[in-house]
């Protein structure tokens, strides 16, 4: 799965290339080329990273260079009230230390909204993916190289109820199928096909504020004869979106979640969940977002599944008209449930800069780190990362 020399060569090219192209003055917006019509808008975004433990162990630390080249092509058609989007993205990854985790992701994504009168929307998309699980992100042995997967799916989303309407009614399907393509005898197991449903009815209590009321249900298949994390879960769920004032807006929701595993063997897994995000503005060139979340995963190889909790603060300054700082903090504590007790903290923060060099052009520099303390000591590690990116578009 490795990327060749011929790569290095690739990226250096495409950063002269990007040097060489005109100079503008306007801050970084995509303009896209009209072809017969329509819009193509090309991005390219290349990073050098620099990670001290790549693979998030404790002792026996790897340290590598990186480098990632991210191409992105979209191109939408409009005809009448509806949107055609084709989206081509990828992402190539090269490890100085280790070429065994080089990896060559992609996607594949048709996004239609159709828009029928003031009151019905319908938007489906269809999604083909090449992605892969780096070396100690999951709980399975590691083996010699990444886990890659494909994944093939569809979402449909259909609305009714005119925008600012008394009350909306939304309904939304999915089909996942993700199927490993190697290191066999670790990631067979982990083959699934899943369905998701949910109905949402929405409540206008005042101009731009909204009561949500919400059932959804998933339906994840284990498809490897031996599996026994087939299983089926069920949310209910109450909230709201708000924007209060022109400086603060917000949603949130809690609710009560139920899954049940097929196979007695399994530690089923009740309670309640919640997920919300504020976004208050301080200052007209300072915000501040708040993210809070309890969650539930299913298990990558230690118990039966995860429940995840986690809050977020994020501080957005612009400091001058094309340079801005992102100062992030991140606390989050993972309860691994069923034939484990495994019990992990996690704390981060990060420091990013931003440059608008030009009016396609743009320079970002990041700083993080990442502290894991488990109440099983092998499970701790501490990870920093130095992060260089240019992005660019038309």
Do not use: C
Request: net charge negative; charged share 25%.
């Amino acid at each position: 799965m490795g990327i060749d020399r011929s790569l290095i060569v690739y990226k250096f090219i495409i950063i002269f290339l990007i040097v060489l192209l005109p100079f503008s003055s306007k801050a970084l917006e995509p303009l896209g080329v009209n072809v017969l019509g329509t819009a193509f808008v090309p991005a390219l975004q290349v990073k050098q990273l620099y990670d001290d433990n790549i693979f998030t162990t404790k002792d026996h630390r790897v340290a590598s260079w990186i480098s990632k080249i991210h191409p992105i092509l979209d191109w939408q058609v409009r005809h009448q009230s509806h949107v055609y989007t084709l989206i081509y993205e990828a992402e190539l990854g090269y490890y100085y230390a280790s070429t065994a985790d080089n990896y060559q992701d992609y996607k594949l994504q048709l996004d239609t909204d159709f828009q029928f009168g003031s009151r019905l929307n319908w938007h489906i998309l269809g999604q083909y993916l090449q992605g892969h699980d780096a070396r100690g992100s999951t709980d399975r042995v590691d083996a010699d190289e990444a886990d890659v997967y494909h994944i093939a799916g569809f979402r449909s989303d259909l609305k009714y109820g005119a925008e600012g309407a008394i009350g909306q009614i939304q309904w939304q399907s999915e089909y996942l199928r993700k199927r490993y393509d190697n290191n066999r005898a670790s990631t067979q197991a982990f083959d699934l096909n899943q369905w998701n449903m949910g109905l949402s009815f929405l409540y206008r209590v005042f101009p731009k504020s909204y009561l949500l009321f919400s059932v959804d249900t998933s339906d994840i298949d284990f498809i490897f004869s031996e599996s026994t994390q087939d299983n089926q879960i069920w949310r209910l769920s109450v909230g709201g979106t708000w924007k209060a004032t022109m400086k603060t807006t917000g949603n949130f929701k809690v609710g009560y979640i139920d899954k049940d595993f097929e196979s007695a063997s399994r530690d089923d897994f009740s309670g309640f969940y919640w997920k919300g995000e504020m976004e208050w503005k301080a200052l007209s060139y300072s915000t501040f977002t708040f993210k809070t979340a309890k969650k539930l995963s299913d298990s990558t190889g230690i118990g039966d599944f995860t429940v995840i909790r986690h809050m977020d603060v994020d501080w957005r300054h612009q400091w001058l008209r094309r340079l801005e700082s992102v100062t992030h903090i991140s606390l989050a504590e993972a309860e691994y449930g069923g034939n484990s007790d495994r019990d992990d903290d996690r704390w981060e923060a990060g420091l990013e800069l931003r440059y608008e060099m030009r009016r396609w052009l743009e320079l970002g520099l990041r700083y993080s780190y990442t502290k894991v303390d488990s109440n099983l000591d092998i499970n701790d590690y501490r990870r920093k990362q130095w992060l260089f990116v240019i992005e660019a578009t038309l």
